[in-house]
C-alpha cells in the first residue's frame, strides 16, 4: 500500500482525503478544527482512517489551511508584506485586486 493523503484545516472542520496507489481505495474523513491547536485536529483525522503501518507506507503528505486563505480575504491576522494580488470571479485577466495596501508591497526575491 502507497498512501497518498491531502489535509485542509478550516475554521470548523478539517478534512482529509487518502488515496491508496495500489488498490485505488480511496478514504476520508472530517472531525472538528481546534482553533487553539490545528494539529490536533489533524492528527484526529488522520488516525480515524490511516493505520500507523499505512502512515509507514505515504507517499506524499499535502496540507492546505482555509483558516490562513480566509484570514488574507478578510483581511484580518497579521501583517505581511509582499505583492499578493487576486482576481475575483469573472473579471478580466488584467484586473487584479491587490489585498495589501501599497506601502506594505516589497518586491519579491530570492532568500538565501
Given at each position: 500500500?502507497?498512501?497518498?493523503?491531502?489535509?485542509?484545516?478550516?475554521g470548523t472542520f478539517t478534512d482529509l482525503i487518502a488515496h491508496d496507489d495500489e488498490t485505488g481505495a480511496v478514504l476520508v474523513a472530517k472531525g472538528r478544527t481546534v482553533a487553539e491547536a490545528p494539529d490536533t485536529g489533524v492528527t484526529?483525522?488522520?488516525?480515524?482512517?490511516?493505520s500507523p503501518d499505512g502512515m509507514k507506507t505515504c507517499s506524499a503528505f499535502l496540507h492546505g489551511t482555509t483558516i490562513?486563505?480566509?484570514?488574507?480575504?478578510?483581511?484580518?491576522?497579521?501583517?505581511?508584506?509582499?505583492?499578493?494580488?487576486?482576481?475575483?470571479?469573472?473579471?478580466?485577466?488584467?484586473?487584479?485586486?491587490?489585498?495589501?495596501?501599497?506601502?506594505?508591497?516589497?518586491?519579491?526575491g530570492v532568500l538565501v
Open positions: 500500500m502507497a498512501l497518498r493523503i491531502g489535509v485542509d484545516i478550516g484526529a483525522v488522520v488516525r480515524e482512517v490511516v490562513g486563505l480566509n484570514a488574507l480575504l478578510q483581511r484580518r491576522g497579521a501583517v505581511v508584506r509582499g505583492g499578493v494580488f487576486i482576481r475575483p470571479r469573472g473579471t478580466s485577466h488584467n484586473r487584479r485586486v491587490a489585498l495589501l495596501p501599497s506601502a506594505l508591497k516589497v518586491p519579491f
